[in-house]
């Protein structure tokens, strides 16, 4: 339940008194405090942070109590195999039933991470990690105390052992600026380069490095920074991986959009209205979809010339606020975007209408992203109350509700990446949840 359904059915008892409070517990009304200055003031936020404590800590405790949960009423494992046999659920149904089963019976466990250097294993809050295309690796972002970001990898590889230990590596050079975007480039070969937005009290910086520069060799052997440049503040970035416009990653900036070629230099700008918050290229055609904080979502085909005062939007759809995270399906037919108003719709771009709508996401103002695996059927998204949701991609139901280890605050929202195949072809199935100086596995029964 939500914080206010509870308070709001208190209201419908007790008679509501402006500016005081009514205890439950207690039977007594309380003054609420207009400022901070006092000591331990009651105010609404407090009560509100209180209730949403109580809330996280009760549903940890059913948890760890309730070992087996079913996603739909009537749903086990015996009738799907049942139907299967009978031959009424196809195989890509029956995997994705079965996914479904097996998140709802994820159990909770702490990983132990281990590195070269030990003063780096702990040390420092997870802000972001992103996996590659295979989930062998993933990158992180960490805060650091003294202000910046510091970057490493995680090898997966260890998931699969019965220790549940990871091998990060990570380069202590780069920890100048904060980092608030960053995905996987594939220059070289697959996954091989890192695209990092950042910003600091000065303009900011766009950079590609080496994923080599995180590995255990030689320090003196490893490659330097591919392409670094200053721009005004970033906000997302997204590589090219069509034919025609490959080596190009994009940058989401306040009100235009940079298309750069990091082997020639070819750099292309496009004007837009607003400050481009998510962003993602097709890879059946050289298209960007970019999403902005007024709420638009349009698409550009970089092989346009650019030509003063010429629109490049093509494809248009519209939220009510600021778009936070897109998200291209496998087919491209189809869009997932999320916004600040905690709405979750998945769009046709042949008829640029919401077709489906995933409810129960919680966000007001945050830039939180989507984790779409279509393969298994599940869409998950981190809220700003700290929770982690799981939808079925197919129905919009809610799966399930995962409550964060750690206490709810802004500084503390989980990061995750889920998966059927953590730590590569063969790797395990489950999601990764990365919170304050922790890394959690939940595992499949």
Not at 4 to 25: A, H, I, W
Not at 217 to 226: H, K, S
């Amino acid at each position: 339940e939500d914080p206010s359904s509870s308070s709001s059915t208190q209201n419908s008892v007790v008679p509501e008194l402006p500016g005081f409070y009514y205890d439950s517990e207690k039977n007594r009304y309380f003054r609420l405090l207009p400022g901070h200055n006092n000591h331990n003031p009651l105010t609404k936020d407090s009560i509100q942070h209180k209730a949403m404590e109580c809330k996280r800590l009760r549903l940890l405790e059913e948890e760890e109590k309730q070992k087996q949960k079913t996603a739909r009423p009537g749903l086990n494992s015996s009738v799907l195999l049942q139907k299967r046999q009978l031959g009424l659920l196809s195989s890509t149904s029956y995997c994705r039933r079965v996914h479904e089963l097996k998140v709802n019976c994820m159990q909770r466990r702490k990983i132990e991470i281990h590195s070269p250097d030990s003063s780096v294993a702990g040390t420092n809050n997870f802000k972001i990690i992103v996996a590659d295309v295979a989930c062998e690796r993933i990158f992180t972002v960490n805060d650091v105390e003294h202000g910046g970001c510091k970057y490493g990898i995680i090898n997966l590889s260890g998931l699969g052992k019965e220790s549940l230990t990871v091998e990060m590596y990570d380069n202590l050079y780069f920890t100048n600026r904060k980092v608030n975007s960053v995905c996987w480039a594939s220059l070289t070969h697959p996954d091989s380069h890192l695209c990092l937005m950042g910003i600091a009290e000065t303009p900011g910086c766009a950079s590609l490095l080496p994923a080599s520069l995180f590995s255990s060799t030689n320090p003196g052997d490893r490659p330097g920074m591919l392409c670094s440049f200053k721009i005004s503040t970033a906000w997302s970035c997204a590589w090219c991986l069509n034919p025609q416009a490959d080596n190009c990653f994009s940058t989401g900036l306040t009100r235009r959009v940079l298309v750069t070629n990091v082997v020639t230099g070819h750099r292309q700008t496009f004007g837009t209205s607003s400050d481009v918050l998510a962003q993602q290229f097709a890879t059946q055609s050289p298209v960007l979809y970019n999403g902005c904080r007024s709420g638009e979502i349009f698409s550009i085909d970089v092989r346009q010339r650019n030509r003063k005062g010429q629109s490049w939007k093509a494809t248009r759809l519209f939220h009510g606020s600021a778009v936070t995270s897109i998200h291209l399906m496998e087919a491209e037919h189809y869009l997932m975007a999320a916004d600040m108003a905690g709405k979750i719709k998945l769009w046709d771009l042949r008829t640029t209408k919401c077709v489906k709508q995933y409810k129960g996401h919680h966000n007001e103002y945050a830039i939180l992203p989507l984790h779409v695996n279509e393969e298994e059927g599940l869409l998950t998204a981190v809220g700003q109350d700290c929770y982690t949701r799981i939808w079925s991609l197919q129905d919009a139901h809610l799966l399930r509700t995962i409550p964060s280890p750690h206490p709810s605050s802004k500084d503390a929202i989980p990061s995750v990446v889920f998966s059927s195949r953590l730590g590569g072809s063969r790797g395990v199935p489950g999601l990764l949840m990365a919170v304050k100086q922790d890394l959690y596995h939940f595992t499949y029964n």
